[in-house]
């Protein structure tokens, strides 16, 4: 009889590789590996090795660079979604889109379950288990962290070193990160302590802006309907766009934050997020808004995408709600096209130039000078109207505190 096969969302780092003895060992089935590429920056293909020397039937290795910065990146992008004004979200929409996989994967290799590292502390445990549910919701998901014995790294190390595991790194030297094209997150060790800076040494793709050039550089973005299609007035793919923005902005140390917050499971947890390239993308798109958008748009869709971010962030990106709120933004950014030029600088970016052929700043109207379009008359008559409900409470106020109330 054929036994259970479980797919494993794979990285090779500790979790996953004690992860696949484990299962084989809890209930005797085939654990076929699933390795994703999106934009790490790692060699992947070293992993089929280490995958079946600890268990593995096979592992599938797949780039979807492309497909997660066309399909989850750019789309919270163009919807303004920071997860408390801060977070660019790099992790929260890069786990839909490696689990949207992961379940095709499970369809064709006729798996009855799928199986993930994420502790029982954090919020990717939710992002890989709410995407499983919304597309396979007969896949039965197995979260070895909320199960096993082990209970930190020291007893993971300990098991591995059991099952003869090969180890390459140092846990008491290792901050827990996830990289991928967008971002490169840093948790754990001193950053634990929010009294502590982040030291230098921390950065592995910025700068330190107090080390960036002393000479600026210029940056370009053009964008059509709110998406990025081009770098210097050279068009170019998704992930081609993010990868220029990246290294030039690392260079000038742009796109550094440092934040506490608030996971989805109740716990504060402080983090620092390197990411060059959304950070240029974010202040070009909304440069562009300011030319494009009116005033109440502009004002809805900064409300909007607060609660974009929350549902990114808690692992709800395959919900109506999320679909409708992308289908608002296709209206808003119907005429959010046009270019941006940034001026990167010690760590920020400036605005330097932004045009648009549906710019909605006149300067006819908007001159100090004398213009023959504007009667400054009018503003008295709207402005009568627009405070008369403040006028009339305060004659209210005005006679109860004369005659009383009667």
């Given amino acids: 009889m054929a036994k259970e096969k479980i797919v494993l969302a794979y990285s090779g780092g500790l979790d996953t590789s004690v992860i696949i003895p484990w299962l084989k060992e809890h209930y005797d089935c085939e654990v076929i590996a699933y390795a994703a ?11 089929h090795e280490k995958a079946v020397k600890t268990g593995a039937s096979k592992l599938y290795i797949e780039d979807l660079t492309e497909e997660y910065v ?11 979604a920071k997860y408390e004004n801060k977070y660019l979200l790099g992790t929260s929409h890069a786990r839909p889109c490696i689990a949207k996989r992961m379940v095709e994967i499970a369809r064709k290799e006729n798996a009855t ?12 445990q939710v992002r890989f288990e709410l995407t499983v549910k919304a597309l396979a919701p007969d896949l039965k998901i197995i979260a070895p962290w909320r199960l096993w014995d082990l209970k930190g790294r020291s007893d993971e190390i300990t098991y591995a070193k059991e099952k003869n595991i090969p180890l390459q790194f140092r846990a008491e030297e290792s901050y827990s990160m996830d990289r991928n094209i967008w971002h490169l997150s840093h948790e754990g060790l001193d950053l634990e302590n929010p009294m502590n800076a982040p030291k230098n040494s921390l950065y592995l793709i910025c700068t330190a802006p107090e080390n960036a050039p002393d000479t600026p550089d210029y940056i370009e973005i053009g964008f059509e309907k709110g998406t990025p299609v081009s770098v210097g007035g050279k068009k170019m793919s998704p992930a081609a766009i993010l990868t220029v923005c990246n290294e030039l902005g690392a260079e000038h140390g742009i796109g550094i934050d440092d934040m506490v917050e608030n996971r989805l499971v109740g716990i504060k947890c402080r983090g620092v997020y390197e990411n060059p390239g959304a950070a240029i993308l974010y202040a070009a798109l909304e440069q562009l808004e300011m030319l494009t958008l009116d005033r109440d748009t502009m004002h809805y869709k900064h409300e909007m995408g607060v609660k974009y971010a929350e549902l990114v962030y808690d692992g709800k990106w395959f919900t109506p709600l999320r679909c409708a709120m992308d289908a608002m933004v296709d209206v ?7 270019s941006v030029t940034l001026k990167l600088y010690k760590g920020k970016t400036y605005p330097a130039g ?18 023959g379009v504007y009667n400054q008359k009018d503003a008295e008559g709207f402005i009568n109207l627009f405070g008369l409900q403040l006028k009339v409470r305060a004659i209210m106020e005005q006679r109860i505190m004369e005659h009383g109330a009667k």
């Fill in 354 to 371: 932004v045009q648009s052929p549906y710019s909605l700043y006149n300067p006819e109207f908007a001159t100090f000078e004398e213009d």
């Fill in 332 to 338: 808003m950014q119907q005429n959010t096209t046009g």
């Fill in 70 to 80: 066309r399909d989850f990146a750019f789309p919270t992008l163009r919807a303004g």
């Fill in 113 to 124: 379950a799928v199986a993930h590292g994420c502790t029982g502390k954090g919020n990717d």
């Fill in 37 to 47: 590429n999106v934009g790490q920056g790692e060699e992947l293909e070293p992993l």
